[in-house]
């Protein structure tokens, strides 16, 4: 089998070569020169390095491609890519979701129609596009301002009320410069309802169109307030059969037929809502807190249902023993102050409870923009315990362990 792989994501982060049999495949990466040197030099594979387009990852691939054919899979982990993939097995006339059912896992407007039209509950909403057509809102209440096409919470606004969401829009005073800065509104965002209640995600295997695992996490915080300097965090809980039944529901609606999946909804108080999904494992340490959990690797299971390489009996996964979680803590503001931990934190490094434990020091500097990555923090970790409740309370005493003293209050006068 002859696999394309748009090469984003830092190899040590998917680790193709656990579930992609290189030696079995003819497997072709293509990314930046810059993203290529971290292929190990011992795998085999050949490399096309393609220019940088920005967002035009489509026309950049095949330009390094040129005109190769003969692919039988072309696989994208990043979740900035995965259009332009399907974009790439549409021009290349390859079997997988093409550009119209990768919309239905990208972009927020088209997969909450898609969840509506199944007869699942989702936030109500409008397309910044609409809203010019003469599109009128139908709530009136508390409003999220959105990208369509965003992840992890970036340029995310939240407002009181949809009125001033939309008075926001019209005096280009959002705090988002793509909404501010130019003279015509930008298509990809739209206004959605709040729904108020606990997130959840749900992550799993489909193959064929069927879920054939799914786990449970119940997060601490929220991305978007991650994004402005808290602490963030998930722990797994158990599923009934009628969570479990709404999941096949969300993947019926949006057509993910392979590979993996993260899904989140609200708890709310009208019943399970729909948030958003990604035809993809999740992001932070839900791929690690999810191997853990079934005592197998989730990110080699998601390739080889992707190249069709996967025989394992999926059906049989299921959490074995402890429930575990992830914790993350903020670093993108350290020029503004720093994290400071109480003597209560000592005890939490040594507390039994830890699977592993990243602690970063100031000096070694961190990234501007909002990182996930567990080793890559202040703090960061995975935590089992053999109760869903030993988790959340592991991360709920590290994160009243820890508070953010500005730079200007450390100063003594």
Known sequence: MKVLILHRIVYPKIV?????????????????ADRLRDIPEGLRCRKLAREDLGDNVHDAVMAALRGETGFDRVISLSESELLEAAKVRDTLGVSGPGYAQARLVRDKVAMKQAVAAAGLDAPRFVAVSSLEAGAELTWTGKTVLKPTHGAGSEDVVIYPTAQQCL?????????????????ALPKRYELEEFVTGAIIHLDGLVRDGQVQ????????????????????????????????????????????????????????DRGLVFLEIGNRS??????QATSLAWDANFQRLELELLVGDCSADLSGLQRRGHYYGWYVVPGHLYGQGRWRASRAVDALRVDPRVVRWYERAESEGFDPKPDYDLASLPFGGIVGAETSEGVRVFMNALFAAIHWERHNESVQP
Request: charged share 20%; hydrophobic share 35%.
């Open 16 to 32: 193709y070569g656990n579930g992609i049999d290189h030696d079995a495949h003819d497997v072709v990466y293509v990314g930046t």
């Open 167 to 183: 008075q926001a829009l019209a005096e280009r005073r959002t705090g988002i410069p793509a909404l501010d800065e130019t003279p």
């Open 213 to 268: 695992a799914v786990l449970g996490s119940r997060y601490i915080g929220t991305c978007q307030r991650y994004n402005e300097n808290v602490p963030l965090g998930s722990y797994q809980f158990d599923l009934d059969a009628g969570v479990r039944r709404w999941v096949q529901r969300v993947i019926d609606a949006v057509q993910i037929r392979s590979g993996a999946f993260h899904l989140e909804g609200i708890e709310s």
């Open 282 to 287: 999740g992001g932070a340490g839900v791929p």
